[in-house]
């Protein structure tokens, strides 16, 4: 690399003296600037731009670090991962969702690739007499009895994802799909659009802390605008985001070049601007207020019913909330907890690696918590984090959860590649852009199929496990029947080679 520049300066010197050539004998070697020309004005551009130290110090071939950076994921994808390789979803897994989402029912040739030694092992345990597995699956009643609309749910639904952070073929896809399948769609905190009534599915209306769809200009909450989309006959359910997985404790921003007039008038804001939401929400400040804000909306909705999302971050606020319910009788319909794990279009680094408790252990504690508190008849538990596949959806309602939701899992069946560039406005796959020249490839009429056979299939293979573990009816399923590797951690081999 230390030739670069040299390398260089010899390259300016070659086409110094090619210009001479070509000025006092052979204008016929003109043509060889087509060639040099670009690649010296790109070279004298790196050597004296301020900005790039690697460009200044490596003229023209540093471009070629860039490159190899900006495609090294896809290098990896396609030619170094293995089958249990690749995060945030293995692609073992994201094979499942593509071949359940053809209508497929996938099998494994030749065993495991997974280290059934190993103390990170899950499972669950079959039994001896298998129950013969239900010929539907169950449906899940949202709504106690302070409810006055429940709302009959499936055992799996499509996460938050808000319109913007996905296009508008993706969400009409979605909802199309979920409405063959019977489950629903929830909103994200982006408001309910036109495209999540496209298909006239089932929709969970999210609200975050900009109350985007119901708020004023000061970004208050705007009551009427509420009660006007609250009423629709497609929202089935309220839900209040107080934080998300991936960024808990974190707003959003929408920038300036996203909110076009469409989505400013879909989110109530001023178009063209930057809007931030903000961490926490205007309306209330601690549990009490929360409670009241949720009975607010369950009676402005007329009895539809209302619950929170929340990544569990305190123990102690969360104890606070059950206490609170006790006292003020208010109790929502359902929690949604989601894991730390948890997936969004574009988040600070440290909040998606270091903050918010992992699904499982929150769910677990959760489930316990309402349950010694007299509460968990009253209150339904929705479950978000990487669940994917039937033993996902199983050991999930084993923790505590009534339902599961997944947003990724439906990307990938709208046919996301997992190039992670979700952030960028350019995802590959048309699902994570709301650019039309990536938008345009993804064709709502064949997509909307996958989605209603990866849920279909998906929900076969949880009856059919369940049977295999003795219970019949997947919401009998119980935390014994778990194992993990840590139980046999003793007889790992550690010799073999
Ligand atoms: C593209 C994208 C957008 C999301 N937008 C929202 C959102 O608006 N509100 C929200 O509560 N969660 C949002 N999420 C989080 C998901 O709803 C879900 O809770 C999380 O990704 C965990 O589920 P998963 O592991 O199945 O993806 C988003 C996730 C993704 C991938
Ligand atoms: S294919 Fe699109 S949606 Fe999937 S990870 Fe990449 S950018 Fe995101």
């Known amino acids: 690399m230390k030739y670069v520049k040299p390398a260089f300066y010899l390259?300016?010197?070659?086409?110094?003296?090619?210009?001479?050539?070509?000025?006092l004998r052979y204008p016929q070697l003109a043509w060889l600037f087509l060639l040099t020309g670009p690649l010296l004005i790109l070279g004298l551009w790196?050597?004296?731009?301020?900005?790039?130290?690697?460009?200044?110090?490596?003229?023209?071939?540093?471009?070629?670090?860039?490159?190899?950076?900006?495609?090294?994921?896809?290098?990896?994808?396609?030619?170094?991962?293995?089958?249990?390789?690749?995060?945030?979803?293995?692609?073992?897994?994201?094979?499942?969702?593509?071949?359940?989402?053809?209508?497929?029912?996938?099998?494994?040739?030749?065993?495991?690739?997974?280290?059934v030694y190993s103390k990170h092992y899950s499972g669950i345990v079959h039994s001896a007499y298998p129950a013969e597995p239900l010929e539907e699956a169950p449906r899940i009643v949202f709504g106690n009895h302070q409810c006055s609309q429940p709302y009959s749910a499936s055992l799996y639904n499509i996460s938050a994802m808000s319109y913007g952070s996905l296009g508008d073929t993706a969400i009409k896809a979605l909802s199309l799909g979920a409405k063959d399948g019977n489950f629903s769609?929830?909103?994200?905190?982006?408001?309910?659009?036109?495209?999540?009534?496209?298909?006239?599915?089932?929709?969970?209306?999210?609200?975050?802390?900009?109350?985007?769809?119901?708020?004023?200009?000061?970004?208050s909450f705007n009551s009427d605008a509420f009660v006007e989309r609250a009423k629709k006959p497609e929202v089935k359910m309220i839900e209040l985001k107080i934080s998300q997985g991936a960024k808990p404790g974190h707003g959003g921003i929408l920038p300036a070049s996203k909110n076009s007039q469409e989505i400013a008038d879909i989110r109530m804001v001023e178009p063209g601007t930057t809007v931030y939401s903000p961490p926490g929400h205007k309306e209330f400040h601690d549990a009490a207020g929360l409670l009241k804000f949720l009975r607010r909306l369950r009676s402005l909705s007329e009895g539809k019913p209302v619950g929170f999302k929340l990544c569990l971050g305190s123990k102690r606020e969360f104890e606070e909330i059950c206490e609170e319910m006790n006292r003020l009788e208010i109790y929502p319909d359902f929690i949604t907890v989601d894991g730390g794990e948890g997936g969004t279009g574009a988040a600070p680094l440290e909040y998606s690696d270091s903050v918010g408790i992992p699904m499982r252990p929150a769910l677990a504690f959760i489930h316990e918590e309402l349950s010694r508190r007299g509460l968990r008849d009253k209150i339904r538990l929705?479950?978000?984090?990487?669940?994917?596949?039937?033993?996902?959806?199983?050991?999930?309602?084993?923790?505590?959860?009534?339902?599961?939701?997944?947003?990724?899992?439906?990307?990938?069946?709208?046919?996301?590649i997992q190039a992670q560039r979700c952030d960028t406005n350019e995802c590959p796959s048309g699902v994570a852009t709301t650019n039309p020249k990536y938008t345009r490839g993804?064709?709502?009429?064949?997509?909307?199929?996958?989605?209603?056979?990866?849920?279909?299939?998906?929900?076969?293979?949880?009856?059919?496990?369940?049977?295999?573990?003795?219970?019949?009816?997947?919401r009998n399923i119980t935390p014994d029947l778990l194992v993990h590797g840590t139980q046999w951690e003793g007889f790992a081999d550690t010799t073999a080679g």
Request: glycine residues 10%.
């Open 11 to 23: 390259f300016l010197v070659g086409n110094i003296l090619l210009a001479l050539a070509v000025e």
């Open 185 to 219: 769609l929830n909103t994200g905190e982006g408001s309910l659009t036109e495209h999540h009534l496209h298909g006239g599915c089932d929709i969970v209306w999210q609200i975050g802390t900009g109350y985007f769809g119901c708020r004023h200009d000061d970004g």
């Open 442 to 474: 993804l064709v709502v009429e064949q997509k909307r199929h996958r989605v209603t056979a990866f849920h279909e299939k998906t929900l076969e293979a949880v009856l059919e496990l369940s049977a295999a573990c003795g219970v019949a009816d997947p």
């Open 46 to 115: 790196d050597l004296f731009q301020a900005k790039n130290s690697i460009l200044r110090n490596y003229p023209i071939l540093g471009h070629f670090r860039y490159l190899a950076e900006s495609i090294a994921p896809e290098i990896q994808q396609y030619f170094i991962e293995r089958h249990t390789d690749g995060t945030p979803i293995s692609r073992n897994h994201r094979n499942l969702v593509n071949a359940r989402a053809n209508g497929e029912s996938p099998t494994q040739p030749f065993g495991t690739e997974l280290d």
């Open 382 to 416: 929705i479950a978000s984090g990487k669940v994917v596949t039937a033993f996902d959806v199983l050991r999930t309602l084993a923790l505590g959860a009534d339902t599961c939701n997944a947003a990724r899992a439906f990307m990938l069946s709208l046919g996301c």
